[in-house]
């Protein structure tokens, strides 16, 4: 058995930028007003904790490459003492996306696919 990769230093919460960047990535799959509305049920939702491989199964992504820029810049981040923000999980229906934080998902998964990632959680429902 591998033993655990180092762990990621993680803020107490999400930066408040970052649901402005779920809201533009929202946007583009859902009209401005129901990304709006789903932006404000992530703000609502508290915070928890899920495993990065568990997180990027339930989305359906791979994760990326070290050599990513955005994974790089996350991991430049850490490396120099400051702490990441926590991703924002969307559903949709019955698939999961991550609306904010692939790039660190795919750094803790790199580093420990099995670290513990904080996250807020929303769901959608086109019904």
Known sequence: MSEPGPAIRWKKDVAAHD???AEAFLSIR???ENAKR????LKDASLTQRRA???LRACRREPLPLNDPGVLRDLVTLASGEKLSP???VSFDEVADIAD????????YALDPFAAV?????????R
């Open 19 to 21: 649901f402005d960047a």
């Open 30 to 32: 859902l009209t401005p």
């Open 38 to 41: 789903l932006v404000g049920r």
């Open 53 to 55: 491989n568990d997180i």
């Open 87 to 89: 991703v924002l999980v």
């Open 101 to 108: 934080g692939y790039h660190r998902v795919s750094l803790a």
């Open 118 to 126: 904080p996250l807020r959680i929303a769901s959608f429902s086109s």
